[in-house]
């Protein structure tokens, strides 16, 4: 997400207050209620709910592997490799090359499993980023698009959130188990697997006249099958994806986007403004709309 705010006309606001107080006699903290630091302060208090509701949701089970929002899919070599052997065209070319189907249910489950177990470490991880964060132009992002404050914050902290919650997410990679089995232990039979297909691959075409004959014709009936499918597995080469980066990736996409929702939920409704310094500041969103 980029930061796309749009600028509403500040400086006329401002002019109108001072003259509603001019011919109201309104005191001077009326005149000082709506100051930057506020606004600023506002905006971090939003964010650090928003981030501390995410961490809290997606950190019970089944977090993000029930929330179609956030669920971690499979990196696109397993993808391949799992449409490669659900179908008989798959499996006719598995056949023809000498591989057996791979069956890895368990590596979507735990990869959300590990991102489940590592969120609740995140609210921490994202206060210390928004409290330490320099909103140069609170009024700007207050006025802003519907997740001005989340796409800020994404902007300026991703790199810093991605080493640091990374490491929380790598160390939960064999703490999650299914059937008895770890996310690295399904990680590396799988890459052990596919990492073999592109010299299967090879050493059959390389082969006898009838095995050459056995690959194509399997080859091509998987291209009139699904051509796209066809062109990754043609074209497969050694897995190089590293693990630890995509899912890193893929929990803290899913933890911007809860906090985004709480950005508009305190942006629209009074109900979730928690805190005088919200309502004052956030309320002023409500005659502006």
Not at 34 to 44: C, G, I, N
Not at 262 to 272: L, Q
Request: net charge negative.
């Amino acid at each position: 997400m980029k930061l796309t705010s749009k600028i509403k006309h500040i400086a006329m606001y401002a002019t109108l207050g001072v003259a509603t107080c001019t011919f109201t006699s309104c005191d001077e903290e009326t005149l000082q209620s709506f100051t930057t630091d506020d606004t600023v302060l506002a905006l971090k208090e939003a964010l650090s709910i928003g981030a501390q509701t995410a961490s809290e949701n997606l950190g019970q089970e089944g977090g993000y592997l029930n929330d179609l929002a956030v669920r971690i899919e499979a990196p696109e070599e397993v993808q391949t490799i799992m449409k490669l052997c659900s179908s008989e065209k798959g499996k006719a070319v598995l056949s023809a090359i000498g591989a057996e189907a791979f069956d890895e249910e368990n590596l979507v489950t735990l990869m959300n499993q590990a991102a489940e177990t590592a969120a609740p470490e995140a609210a921490g991880i994202f206060k210390t980023a928004i409290t330490g964060m320099s909103i140069s132009d609170g009024e700007a992002i207050l006025f802003g698009s519907e997740h001005a404050a989340t796409e800020y914050l994404q902007e300026k902290t991703s790199a810093s959130l991605t080493k640091t919650f990374g490491k929380v997410v790598t160390g939960t990679f064999d703490q999650v188990k299914v059937s008895g089995r770890s996310l690295n232990d399904a990680w590396s039979g799988f890459t052990q697997y596919y990492n073999k297909i592109p010299n299967l691959i090879q050493s059959a075409r390389n082969g006898g006249t009838v095995k050459r004959i056995a690959v194509e014709t399997a080859f091509a009936a998987l291209k009139i099958y699904d051509e796209n499918l066809y062109n990754n597995v043609n074209s497969i080469q050694q897995v190089n994806t590293n693990l630890g980066e995509y899912v890193t990736e893929k929990a803290l996409d899913g933890l911007f986007v809860k906090v985004a929702d709480k950005e508009s939920g305190i942006r629209h409704n009074v109900a979730e403004r928690t805190s005088d310094l919200l309502k004052k500041v956030f309320g002023r969103l409500d005659t502006n709309n």
